[in-house]
Every structure is written in C-alpha cells, then in structure tokens.
C-alpha cells in the first residue's frame, strides 16, 4: 500500500478545508497513493475555540458526505480529522472511508491533551477498532494517544498491521515524532503513520515533522517542520513479517506480572 501524508496548515473554514483536501486527494491519487491522511481536526481547525468546534459539529452529516464524495470522485481512501457530534461536548474525531466513499472506521480522541483539548471536546470512550483497508489490519489514533504506549500496545495485541495518527502537535514537542514514534513502531513491530500540521494558529507554532515509520521503528518518510507536502511511503508486507520474526516483545511479555 502507498500512503500519502497531507502536510498542511490549519483553516478554519470548512468549506475552505474540503476543497483543499479535495485537490490533496486527487494529486495523492494521481501519484499512485491508496490512502491519504489528515493531521487532526483537518476539517475546520484545531484550536478553533469550543463554540466555533461546535458548529462545525452540526454540520457533521454534511462534511461526511462530502468526504465520501472526494473518496469516490478520486478513488482514494481517506482517513480525515473532524470534530464530531458528542455530550456534553463534540469528539475530536477521525473517519476512515475506503476508495468507494464507504466508512470504514470512526474514533474519538480518548486521551485529551491540555486545557484546549478539554474545553473543546469530550474524550472517547473506546479505542479504535481494526479493520481492513486497502488490503490492511488498519487502527486508528489520534495525536497525544500515541504517546501512551498502552494504547499501541492494545492495538497491536488486537493484530493491528498498521496505526494511522492525525495529530496537530506543536512547538516544542519535537520529540514526540522524532523519538516516541519510532518508539511505538518498533516495540509493536507495526508500522505508524503520523500526519501533522505547519503554520500557526493561535498560540500554537505546528512543528510538521510528519513521517511514517516501520515495524522496525525507522523512517520510511519524513517531512521537515515548516513545508506544506504530500509525503508518500510504501508499505512492504514481507517486512512486516521479516521483522516480527525477530522482534519478539508481542510474544516475550510476561503478562502474568503485569
């Protein structure tokens, strides 16, 4: 599978938003990708304030169809950031819909970061699913919940292939790209994709660093943290299974102690 990561800058208009994606979609489609990932609230913006997320929450019905739409018109599968209805407050959310514009997934946030996270949104109740997409064992994360390794954990014990994470980290958390998920991808001998923004928007400085890692926990592609890109990576099946046969954590755990 070729994955595309849409490196971009936040906006806040939503219909501004849909037809950036749409154009993202189709250049990605157009250079042979199966699949395109958003950072986190692609839809609409992040650090939008609690009562602008909430209007883009009630237009939810209508961001959905329009993102089956792209799906369909590009023959791409998408994996995209938006808020989405929920009590007392939306989800920070992501949607996965395959190349014919059917859903195939759908997460909310469960771990929320800072008071920003915590004025906007409410937090999941469940982790995600895994599910097959584009011939793949898919799950879904969403920024601060990759840096729990519990989580990865938990969906990699579930038979996840691949971890595919919008987030929209900033200055000065470099770190988290380049060193905890590394991490998570190599202690679970899965791949992670983490799609992240540039610009600012607020008092937020988006530091990019964008990148898909593999099983073996090294960069497969990376992007830099200031330009707005389409990254592509491939996913190699025969060493997702050369490395499982080395890297053994899955089975050596000594549950029993913990």
Known sequence: MKIALW?????SDVAAALDALAEAADQAAQAGADLLLTPEMAIGGYN??????AAHASEAE???????????????????????????RPFNSCVALDATGAER???HKTHLFGQVDRDQFAPGRALSDVFMLAGWRVSLAICYDIEFPELARALARNEADLILTPTANMAPFDSVATRLV?????????F???????GREGRFDYNGLSCLCGPDGADLARADGTAQTLLFAELDRAALIQ???TQTHLHDRRSDLY
């Not at 992670?192 to 540039?198: D, M, P, S």
């Open 7 to 11: 490196q971009t800058r936040p906006r």
């Open 48 to 53: 939008i304030g609690a009562e602008a997320v």
């Open 62 to 88: 209508r961001i959905l169809a329009a993102l089956a739409e792209i799906a369909r018109t590009t023959g791409i599968a998408l994996v995209a950031g938006l808020p989405l209805p929920g009590a007392p």
């Open 105 to 107: 997934a759908r997460y």
């Open 182 to 190: 590394p991490a998570r991808a190599e202690e679970n001998a899965l």
């Open 192 to 198: 992670v994709a983490y799609c992240n923004y540039v």
């Open 243 to 245: 490395t499982r046969e």
